[in-house]
């Protein structure tokens, strides 16, 4: 009988990872969890990133940081330099760091210091798991799903598993929404992208069912069409090829999409439609509505600062927004960087993930860094319509450390 192996770096990304998407899941595995423990779960992005930062620091390594990981990492740099800038004006401008002073700097802080972790994570889990990153992530999401439905069933039997998928079609009503794990389910549609579009041969069938039914599980109707977007994309560059002019149309493309929607939620055209149509918005009318009210959309709109939406439903009353007080973010990351950023701060974060991003990766690192990493993108952008995944750790740590991971090697040997 053969020994099991396990791979002591292996096990650590995978538990980390694992560990930092328990915050958002207490509702399955301890409903009510408070005080210390819940804190403990919620820094576990900065405990996790210190401890796989120190592993990775004290690890021998055979194969040093190459020069093409240096400049993958070097890419964030201009993103940093954005977020002092829109965080200086703020002060001049904002009403928010006004009204809020010091504990709105403490929570702008807090912002950067979770972009510098998902740097950090990304650079860490590549150097301790180098090709195996996405494998042992992978891994990772597939457990907690797992370990969801084994949590979930002796509270809502079989037959709640069946009316959640009902539900997902539009066939059932689900009595319970136990198993709308956000952050887990985003993550697993970026996986998806990845391997149905760009590796289908570097995973077994069963693994990639099961990726999937966890995936619609999730009951996230936006990742859906955001799969779709992406997968568009993914196959017609696989077919024509992928060149820089595609690049910048799609990039532009993206950044008028993002300022029109904006425009049309000022407007009031888009909940209007949505009240015309019976679809239901989930309360999101009361918090667009909030927040609309007290800016504007305009080029001299200088935006409220880093944290300045966060801190604001911080600080919002239930007689003010009705239910969607308890909720942990706007539901609208589009909408929510252009308050925070203001319209030429927003307008320039769009073109970093849009354009800069991807043009700097066709150029420096390759063809198939560049278009897995706009797959990535435009799916992340469709689910920032409506949700936080903008604010995702281990979402953000996945968009960045995939194109890194595989754009490495030669994917199913093809030329894009």
Same mark, same amino acid.
């Given at each position: #009988? &053969?020994?099991?192996?396990?791979?002591?770096?292996?096990? $650590?990304?995978?538990?980390?990872? %694992?560990?930092?998407?328990?915050?958002? +899941?207490?509702?399955?595995?301890?409903?009510?969890?408070?005080?210390? @423990?819940?804190?403990?779960?919620?820094?576990?992005?900065?405990?996790?990133?210190?401890? !796989?930062?120190?592993?990775?620091?004290?690890?021998?390594?055979?194969?040093?940081?190459?020069?093409?990981?240096?400049?993958?990492?070097?890419?964030?740099?201009?993103?940093?330099?954005?977020?002092?800038?829109?965080?200086?004006?703020?002060?001049?401008?904002?009403?928010?760091? +006004?009204?809020?002073?010091?504990?709105?700097?403490?929570?702008?802080?807090?912002?950067?210091?979770?972009?510098?972790?998902?740097?950090?994570?990304?650079?860490?889990?590549?150097?301790?798991?180098?090709?195996?990153?996405?494998?042992?992530?992978?891994?990772?999401?597939?457990?907690?799903?797992?370990?969801?439905?084994? %949590?979930?069933?002796?509270?809502?039997?079989?037959?709640?598993?069946?009316?959640?998928?009902?539900?997902?079609?539009?066939?059932?009503?689900?009595?319970?929404?136990?198993?709308?794990?956000?952050?887990?389910?985003?993550?697993? &549609?970026?996986?998806?992208?990845?391997?149905?579009?760009?590796?289908?041969? +570097?995973?077994?069938?069963?693994?990639?069912?099961?990726?999937?039914?966890?995936?619609?599980?999730?009951?996230?109707?936006?990742?859906?069409?955001?799969?779709?977007?992406?997968?568009? %994309? @993914?196959?017609?560059?696989?077919?024509?090829? $992928?060149?820089?002019?595609?690049?910048?149309?799609?990039?532009?493309?993206?950044?008028?999409?993002?300022?029109?929607?904006?425009?049309?939620?000022?407007?009031?055209?888009?909940?209007?439609?949505?009240?015309?149509?019976?679809?239901?918005?989930?309360?999101?009318?009361?918090?667009?509505?909030?927040?609309?009210?007290?800016?504007?959309?305009?080029?001299?709109?200088?935006?409220?600062? $880093? @944290?300045?939406?966060?801190?604001?439903?911080?600080? #919002?009353?239930?007689?003010?927004?009705?239910?969607?007080?308890?909720?942990?973010?706007?539901?609208?990351? !589009?909408?929510?960087?252009?308050?925070?950023?203001?319209?030429?701060?927003?307008?320039?974060?769009?073109?970093? +993930?849009?354009?800069? #991003?991807?043009?700097?990766?066709?150029?420096?690192?390759?063809?198939?860094?560049?278009?897995?990493?706009?797959?990535?993108?435009?799916?992340? %952008?469709?689910?920032?319509?409506?949700?936080?995944?903008?604010?995702?750790?281990?979402?953000?740590?996945?968009?960045?450390?995939?194109?890194?991971?595989?754009?490495?090697?030669?994917?199913?040997?093809?030329?894009?």
């Amino acid at each position: #009988m &053969g020994e099991l192996k396990v791979n002591r770096n292996g096990l $650590l990304c995978g538990s980390v990872i %694992f560990l930092q998407l328990l915050w958002m +899941q207490t509702k399955v595995f301890h409903p009510g969890l408070s005080g210390p @423990a819940y804190q403990l779960l919620y820094y576990m992005k900065y405990i996790g990133t210190f401890s !796989i930062f120190a592993v990775t620091i004290s690890t021998p390594r055979r194969n040093g940081v190459t020069a093409r990981q240096k400049e993958y990492i070097r890419l964030f740099l201009p993103l940093f330099i954005l977020y002092f800038a829109v965080e200086v004006l703020s002060f001049l401008s904002s009403p928010v760091t +006004q009204a809020y002073g010091l504990s709105f700097v403490t929570r702008s802080i807090a912002y950067i210091l979770d972009k510098v972790c998902v740097v950090v994570m990304v650079y860490c889990v590549w150097l301790l798991r180098r090709e195996k990153s996405i494998e042992c992530i992978c891994k990772a999401l597939l457990f907690d799903g797992v370990l969801i439905i084994l %949590f979930a069933i002796p509270r809502i039997g079989i037959a709640g598993i069946l009316y959640t998928l009902g539900e997902v079609f539009g066939v059932a009503e689900s009595p319970s929404s136990l198993l709308e794990v956000h952050e887990l389910t985003y993550c697993l &549609g970026l996986c998806i992208i990845y391997y149905l579009f760009f590796a289908r041969k +570097q995973l077994r069938l069963s693994k990639f069912v099961l990726l999937v039914f966890l995936f619609i599980i999730g009951g996230k109707r936006i990742a859906f069409a955001g799969i779709v977007v992406s997968g568009i %994309f @993914a196959l017609v560059v696989r077919k024509k090829g $992928l060149k820089k002019g595609t690049l910048i149309v799609v990039g532009t493309l993206g950044i008028a999409v993002s300022l029109g929607y904006i425009a049309i939620l000022y407007n009031g055209e888009f909940l209007a439609t949505m009240a015309t149509y019976g679809i239901n918005v989930m309360g999101r009318d009361a918090i667009y509505s909030y927040f609309l009210a007290r800016t504007k959309f305009s080029p001299s709109y200088l935006g409220w600062g $880093l @944290a300045g939406v966060s801190k604001m439903i911080e600080n #919002m009353s239930r007689a003010e927004v009705g239910n969607m007080v308890v909720v942990r973010g706007l539901h609208n990351d !589009i909408l929510k960087i252009y308050i925070d950023f203001g319209f030429f701060g927003s307008i320039l974060w769009f073109a970093y +993930q849009l354009l800069y #991003m991807p043009i700097q990766l066709f150029e420096k690192l390759g063809k198939r860094d560049a278009t897995l990493y706009v797959a990535l993108i435009i799916f992340a %952008f469709v689910t920032y319509l409506t949700d936080n995944t903008e604010n995702y750790f281990v979402f953000q740590v996945l968009l960045f450390l995939i194109p890194l991971t595989a754009g490495a090697r030669d994917i199913e040997g093809e030329e894009i």
